[in-house]
């Protein structure tokens, strides 16, 4: 009969003989025992349809099925849930289950003994849990406490089933997480996270701290309980929905100051980097750059990432996307670049005028397919080569008496007009011809420097710094403040150039890589500086004075800045001139700008 019930047509049969009503009356009778089993299973069948479970309602039918579920024996008990499981699929079904004080049945049978029972009571509470007023009377009743009890059950199958109805039954609904969260056995909750070897009930119970998690006043409580431990050991797993699960509750959780604090004591931002680097699967690759992507709105988490090797990872699979996952994965680069802007520039070739550099910023040149952006130690023991030079930036450095380490700067004899940002020679005036190239004296060698493995301490660029501040900030108007920091950059760096060649920067330039042993400079021991030197130096002092300025990486060893300024009530954005005639400045889009940008 199990199987002709199966046929619409003979539902209605049944139906229109009353014959629901007959087979549940034989539940009750003793005689027909050895039936019991296919009668639930055929009134299973016609509980799907919802005009006979609404007559079973009206007869009394359902009170006879529920009965039997907490009197048979555990085989009746089974078949009988299964049907009331299957048939709450529907919503209005589940409605009349509801209506017919369903629930207390189940609740009667979560305090049971037999393992394959109270998995398929879990179940139902699952299934059930979707409608809200069945989730309040669970919730009224003291379902959440029962479950959060089964939890920790010897038999893995209640373990699943009842972290499945957890899962379910706090999703949206503050008031079923709080009686999670203030539950006895909820340090059991975190313990099984982090010890069981099942998929299953990982991903249910990393979906259960997401669902708690994403109310702002629960977080500290569950960090509290170690919770982000758990969640770290998730991301490890092999299956793709536990790390899916435990990436969504990551998520939700940095936000929180305490679990900021709890996730970098962990490996679990390494973790993240390893998702994105050996993963086949789509969606955890998404996750995973979606949550790298929030966690680096935190500069402390940001380093920590960017030691796990995330910015190479990330710039791969904005390059190399083959999971279609770019976007996500463009936009957690460009929040992690935000806390590395050397980084950045190797990578985007720009800084824009927000960008602020600061000491320790260091350029290495343009990005190149295959390339890793190297960390300033390693460029630091690298043996001095016929590379282009590392440009770094250190205004205070790491000695304390930096009084014989001034770089040459200060031992070539000209001092500098910081109004004009003219220099001129000890003794003399300024006269009209003093924008135009003077002489060049040869530097003298950098005296010796203990080696620290670190960057050499940058005095001149101290006293650019101090004298720009000095003299330029304080004058009336930014374009002001522009032409004569240009033209204080272009001097000392060897002031208005006519031919490149004749500047013999190059040979300059290897003079201090060989006198410092190292092919890191620091930007203010250059006195015969080209396009990209003199841009830098120019961001760096455009910076602590306060004129917004980009810095810009163009081919060819060329840089540049813009800067924007208002007139007549419009923005005009312009390309500062360092090389030809410091001061001038020329329109974004013109043939000057142009021509300047070029070779």
């Known amino acids: 009969m199990y199987s002709v019930c199966q046929e619409e047509c003979v539902r209605n049969s049944v139906k229109e003989a009353n014959g629901l009503e007959t087979l549940l009356k034989m539940l009750t009778d003793e005689e027909f025992s050895d039936l019991h089993e296919?009668?639930?299973?055929?009134?299973?069948?016609?509980?799907?349809?919802?005009?006979?479970?609404?007559?079973?309602?009206?007869?009394?039918?359902?009170?006879?099925?529920?009965n039997y579920v907490t009197t048979s024996e555990p085989a009746g008990q089974l078949n009988a849930l299964r049907a009331i499981s299957t048939c709450s699929g529907k919503a209005e079904n589940c409605q009349i289950l509801h209506d017919n004080e369903v629930e207390t049945t189940i609740m009667t049978v979560l305090g049971g003994e037999h393992p394959g029972v109270l998995a398929q009571a879990c179940?139902?509470?699952?299934?059930?849990?979707?409608?809200?007023?069945?989730?309040?009377?669970?919730?009224?009743?003291?379902?959440?406490?029962?479950?959060?009890?089964?939890?920790?059950?010897?038999?893995?199958?209640?373990?699943?089933?009842?972290?499945?109805?957890?899962?379910?039954?706090?999703?949206?609904?503050?008031?079923?997480?709080?009686?999670?969260?203030?539950?006895?056995?909820?340090?059991?909750?975190?313990?099984?996270?982090?010890?069981?070897?099942?998929?299953?009930?990982?991903?249910?119970?990393?979906?259960?701290?997401?669902?708690?998690?994403?109310?702002?006043?629960?977080r500290e409580q569950l960090v509290s309980l170690n919770v982000i431990q758990s969640l770290s050991a998730c991301l490890t797993n092999a299956d793709t929905d536990v790390c899916i699960a435990a990436c969504k509750a990551l998520a939700a959780l940095v936000p929180d100051a305490s679990a900021r604090d709890e996730?970098?004591?962990?490996?679990?931002?390494?973790?993240?980097?390893?998702?994105?680097?050996?993963?086949?699967?789509?969606?955890?690759?998404?996750?995973?750059?979606?949550?790298?992507?929030?966690?680096?709105?935190?500069?402390?988490?940001?380093?920590?990432?960017?030691?796990?090797?995330?910015?190479?990872?990330?710039?791969?699979?904005?390059?190399?996307?083959?999971?279609?996952?770019?976007?996500?994965?463009?936009?957690?680069?460009?929040?992690?670049?935000?806390?590395?802007?050397?980084?950045?520039?190797?990578?985007?070739?720009?800084?824009?005028?927000?960008?602020?550099?600061?000491d320790g910023f260091y350029d290495t040149g343009a990005h190149k397919p295959g390339d890793d952006f190297k960390p300033i130690k390693f460029l630091l023991d690298r043996k001095v080569d016929n590379k282009r030079a590392v440009l770094y930036v250190s205004s205070l450095g790491a000695d304390p008496e930096p009084a014989d380490l001034k770089s040459e700067a200060s031992t070539t004899g000209s001092t500098t007009n910081v109004k004009t940002g003219r220099g001129t020679a000890k003794g003399k005036k300024p006269h009209k011809a003093e924008e135009k190239k003077e002489d060049i004296p040869e530097p003298e060698p950098p005296k010796e420097q203990k080696d620290t493995g670190k960057p050499r301490v940058d005095a001149s660029l101290r006293e650019y710094i101090e004298e720009v501040t000095a003299s330029i900030a304080p004058l009336a108007t930014q374009s002001e403040q522009i032409a004569a920091l240009s033209v204080y950059v272009s001097n000392q760096m060897g002031g208005p150039v006519t031919s490149i060649s004749a500047l013999s920067h190059d040979l300059h330039i290897a003079q201090i890589k060989a006198d410092l042993k190292t092919n890191v400079i620091p930007i203010g021991f250059i006195k015969r500086g080209i396009f990209y030197h003199r841009a830098l130096l120019f961001k760096v002092l455009a910076d602590r004075v306060g004129v917004p300025a980009s810095l810009v990486r163009g081919e060819y060893n060329r840089a540049w800045n813009e800067v924007t300024l208002v007139e007549g009530g419009k923005s005009k954005h312009y390309l500062v001139d360092l090389m030809w005639e410091p001061g001038q400045l020329l329109e974004v889009g013109s043939h000057g700008a142009g021509v300047y940008k070029k070779l």
């Open 38 to 66: 296919g009668i639930v299973q055929v009134v299973g069948v016609c509980m799907l349809d919802t005009e006979q479970l609404d007559a079973m309602k009206d007869s009394g039918c359902l009170l006879t099925l529920a």
């Open 123 to 218: 179940l139902t509470v699952s299934t059930m849990a979707a409608n809200p007023l069945v989730k309040e009377t669970f919730t009224k009743i003291g379902v959440i406490q029962a479950l959060m009890k089964l939890i920790a059950h010897e038999d893995q199958s209640v373990q699943e089933m009842s972290a499945l109805s957890l899962a379910n039954l706090s999703l949206n609904s503050k008031v079923v997480c709080l009686d999670i969260i203030q539950d006895e056995h909820v340090t059991q909750l975190v313990e099984v996270l982090e010890q069981s070897t099942s998929p299953r009930i990982l991903s249910y119970l990393a979906t259960v701290v997401f669902n708690i998690v994403k109310f702002e006043a629960l």
């Open 263 to 358: 996730l970098l004591k962990t490996n679990a931002l390494g973790s993240l980097v390893s998702l994105l680097k050996e993963s086949t699967s789509k969606e955890v690759l998404r996750k995973a750059a979606w949550t790298i992507g929030i966690c680096v709105a935190n500069e402390d988490m940001a380093k920590e990432l960017n030691k796990s090797g995330a910015l190479r990872v990330l710039m791969d699979m904005c390059t190399n996307d083959t999971q279609g996952v770019s976007n996500l994965a463009v936009l957690a680069l460009e929040k992690l670049l935000h806390y590395d802007l050397a980084a950045k520039y190797w990578h985007m070739g720009a800084l824009s005028q927000t960008d602020v550099v600061k």
